[in-house]
């Protein structure tokens, strides 16, 4: 196991060995060493078959007064003819036992013939070996996606809407190109679509292509309101090119908006803005600010409004009152009434209102 530490005693004795020899330069092929053979067998592939189902494991402690050393050594003894994978270590203050037997209650019973037990576990392999085969029998897709999120409501969302995986991230909590790798093995799926869902996370998607086998695409959606709505137009049975064509129209089409607070005082895109200020934004501008969530909630959607949009959905918060998000739904309603308005708990967090039109 390299992280054991097994890599950094190859390097000492390979020291010590060139001083022997008179030789100042060490030279250790890493990846060489590393690299697996034909015979080496793939980690979790060979489930074989359970001979002994019980993984059980505990210690013995506070002895009775007739425990000696010989007793532990023929505990010892008695639970090798019973199973394997046995480990009976310690002494008159404590013992620690590790067996793989059929009969976990007569190791027990054992056991308690020298003292008390602590920190019984006992595990069925053949279940674990079950659900390890069903795992791996999951039968591989030809498409698959992944977006990032934050918020119960907004994660719910796209997992409706088909994503098999949903890293939870956003504005305040990029993950990294490794956090999406991961997520990517996580997908039985050959080609795995990436809605970053922030313009800041688009950068790590791309790099997570190179720490993966599998075929990444990025989809740069720059918000979540972009990335329903390319989810929305996923077709499995389509080709990945139709796919990816079918996504950048789609989130060439919505329009985005977002209502939170200002972090700072400053003063930018001919606002003068206070600290703790609400302020309505799209990916490049503020539009509008205002005393109340609501307040500019409207106005930003008078902003972005033209004769175009049909649909608008409102992805309320989790500092967002859902009565407060419905009355923003009657307001907007009154004002452009031949626009079919959704209000939906999204919980996300910094952000009042996701809004998005279409």
């Known amino acids: 196991v390299v992280d054991a530490g097994g890599r950094g005693v190859l390097i000492m004795f390979a020291g010590f060995l060139a001083v022997l020899k008179g030789d100042e330069s060490v030279a250790i092929d890493f990846e060489k060493d590393s690299q697996k053979t034909e015979e080496q ?38 639970l090798m003819r019973m199973g394997d994978s046995v480990i009976c270590v310690g002494d008159l203050s404590l013992v620690k036992v590790h067996v793989h037997t059929n009969t976990p209650g007569e190791a027990i019973t054992m056991a308690l013939t020298l003292g008390e037990m602590i920190n019984l576990k006992v595990d069925n392999m053949l279940e674990q070996n079950r659900e390890l085969r069903s795992k ?8 698959g996606m ?24 956003g504005q305040t909590m990029n993950p990294s190109a490794e956090d999406i790798a991961e ?23 791309k790099h997570a292509q190179a720490l993966t086998d599998k075929n990444i695409i990025v989809i740069p959606t720059k918000n979540i309101n972009e990335g329903i709505s390319a989810a929305i137009v996923f077709n499995p049975e389509t080709t990945i090119e139709e796919n990816t064509e079918q996504f950048l129209s789609a989130i060439e089409v919505v329009k985005s908006g977002a209502v939170t607070y200002a972090v700072r005082n400053t003063k930018m895109d001919r606002f003068e803005i206070k ?19 609501n307040e500019v909630g409207l106005k930003l959607v008078d902003k972005l409004m033209d004769e175009d949009v ?3 959905t409102l992805f309320y918060g989790a500092d967002v009152r859902e009565k407060d998000a419905y009355a923003l739904q009657d307001t907007i309603a009154k004002k452009y009434p031949n626009c079919e308005i959704n209000t939906v708990m999204g919980g996300q967090p910094v952000y009042f209102y996701l809004i998005s039109l279409e």
Request: include cysteine; proline fraction near 3%.
């Open 183 to 205: 997520a990517v093995r996580r997908v039985h799926a050959k080609n795995i679509f990436i809605f970053p869902n922030n313009k800041n996370i688009i950068l790590a998607a």
């Open 41 to 78: 067998p793939t980690m979790g592939t060979d489930l074989g078959d359970i001979e002994f189902a019980y993984c059980t494991e505990f210690m013995v402690t506070n002895m009775y007064k007739t425990t000696t050393l010989a007793t532990i050594d023929s505990l010892r003894d008695r």
């Open 275 to 293: 600290q703790g200020e609400v302020i309505g934004l799209n990916d490049k501008n503020i539009l509008a600010k205002g005393k109340t969530p």
């Open 146 to 169: 992944v977006a990032v999120a934050a918020g119960e409501g907004i994660i719910n969302v796209f997992k409706d809407l088909g994503c098999d995986y949903v890293i939870k991230g």
């Open 310 to 312: 049909v649909n608008i």
């Open 136 to 143: 791996m029998n999951i039968q591989q897709k030809d498409q």
